[in-house]
């Protein structure tokens, strides 16, 4: 019998169709039914550039985790406090990870229930979030994560420079260097050169990865690591659902789909946006971190013959049931110019029966219920009134919000993105339009005045 492998998280994009929206709106088997073959043809060039080795990340379930958890379980043992500094991919996945697998009060449990650092994350160069860290944090039980690939970002560096001063005040430059590790490239960059100069521990992240396909490498997996997350499983999910993606045909690939009716929704029907709305408190983070690599890598102004094409959809974040009470208005009766994307998680960690109620009225409705319960209903009842207002919207279902679903929803979201940057015919791993501020902000640096 065919060993079938079951995917690690489903995927619905039935509310996009014509058959639910209406002709006008979805998509129908005449505009289906051609694409089949596009996304056969795409499948086949991504497996082949896979092949040449075009696109690494796609090989990091696969890795050996033996040195990030060996230097995690030394950072566990003899420090209190973890800080990251990074920023873009060197922070939201890291960020994303930490939310969805730890409650939200993980740095307010005891040490035991922790069996970890505290952990923060530095992702601006703002100072009232760095200074209240140097008076709550004692250095000497600190270790600093730097990360960045390319070993130069302005704004980590920039923390770098003040946390490297904070430590060596008050534990002498020779100890400072224990409490520095480096997460970066393997062979270029200002930290590399730092951290060989300083002695610091380091990991690399792989050559071809840039920020925000590199959660699956030591820039998530470190950090993971220390907070006691099981990084083997989130690798694992990720593999499953490759394995998914291999083995299975393209018709009912979730990721080329998705990658397709995006592209297809603001291409032909010029919705312009894709909210992604997860109904748990702990996507939030994977939802700004999807933010980061649909927007950074569809964003172009020109696609690969050099034509001006300016593409992109700009991606939005709502959180349900919260963002039912301010965004969802405008999604229900505002311009057609959206598609709301829902992650729902299936199996509610830690829920919460109601007691027996007494009270008449709405809130008598949730007696034998749940909080878990009442935030599933919501999110079906909304996908239900934005269908029949004839908004489309897709969904994500995860089965419980453990590392196996989440490594499995970081590799749709990286697979889905390379995807429709084909659709577009544009590069989704540069981004030109980013360099443009970063030479007027040094610029503006080299002004010796003031501003
Ligand atoms: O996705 C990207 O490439 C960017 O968002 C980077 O992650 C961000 O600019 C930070 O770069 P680095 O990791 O080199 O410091």
Not at 86 to 111: C, D, E, K, V, W
Not at 137 to 147: C, Q, S, Y
Not at 382 to 397: F, V, W, Y
Not at 411 to 419: A, D, G, I, L, S
Request: proline content about 6%; overall charge neutral; charged content about 25%.
């Amino acid at each position: 019998m065919e060993n079938k492998v079951v995917p690690p998280l489903r995927w619905d994009f039935s509310n996009m169709s014509a058959e639910v929206l209406g002709t006008a709106d979805g998509i129908n088997d005449s505009a289906r039914s051609p694409a089949l073959q596009l996304l056969d043809e795409a499948r086949k060039c991504f497996e082949e550039d896979r092949k040449k080795g075009r696109f690494p990340f796609l090989e990091l379930p696969y890795q050996s985790t033996e040195k990030i958890k060996t230097l995690a379980e030394m950072v566990r043992e003899r420090f209190d406090n973890f800080v990251l500094l990074g920023i873009g991919g060197s922070a939201l996945g890291p960020i994303a990870l930490q939310q969805a697998l730890h409650s939200p009060h993980y740095n307010m449990l005891s040490r035991d229930q922790r069996g970890g650092p505290k952990m923060f994350f530095i992702d601006n160069v703002d100072p009232s979030e760095v200074a209240p860290l140097f008076e709550l944090l004692d250095p000497a039980r600190t270790v600093v994560n730097v990360v960045t690939k390319s070993g130069g970002t302005l704004e980590t560096m920039a923390l770098f420079l003040l946390f490297k001063d904070w430590v060596t005040k008050h534990v002498g430059s020779r100890a400072a260097r224990n409490h520095f590790i480096a997460t970066t490239d393997l062979n270029k960059g200002a930290l590399r050169k730092i951290a060989q100069e300083e002695g610091y521990p380091t990991l690399d992240i792989p050559e071809a990865i840039g920020g925000r396909y590199s959660v699956l490498t030591p820039v998530g997996l470190f950090p993971a690591a220390v907070s006691g997350i099981d990084i083997d499983a989130l690798l694992k999910g990720a593999a499953d659902l490759d394995q998914v993606f291999q083995k299975g045909p393209t018709s009912e690939n979730g990721a080329i789909w998705g990658a397709y009716l995006h592209y297809w929704s603001s291409t032909q029907k010029k919705r312009n946006i894709l909210v992604t709305m997860p109904y748990a408190e702990g996507l939030n983070g994977i939802a700004q971190w999807f933010g980061q690599i649909w927007a950074e890598s569809l964003g172009k102004e020109k696609d690969l013959s050099g034509k001006k094409v300016s593409t992109g959809q700009t991606p939005v974040v709502a959180v349900g049931a919260t963002d039912q009470h301010s965004q969802l208005q405008l999604y229900m009766e505002g311009p057609m110019d959206k598609t709301i994307q829902f992650i729902s998680v299936e199996a509610i960690k830690d829920d919460l029966s109601f007691p027996p109620i007494k009270a008449e009225g709405t809130i008598a409705l949730l007696d034998g219920r749940s909080l878990g319960e009442l935030l599933q209903i919501e999110q079906l009842a909304i996908e239900a009134s934005l269908t029949k207002a004839g908004r489309p919207n897709c969904k994500i279902t995860l089965p419980s919000l453990d590392p196996h679903s989440v490594g499995a929803l970081f590799y749709f979201f990286e697979v889905q993105t390379v995807y429709a940057g084909r659709f577009y015919q544009i590069n989704a791993f540069d981004q030109p339009g980013v360099e443009a501020g970063k030479k007027i902000i040094k610029k503006l640096l080299l002004r010796k005045n003031r501003l």
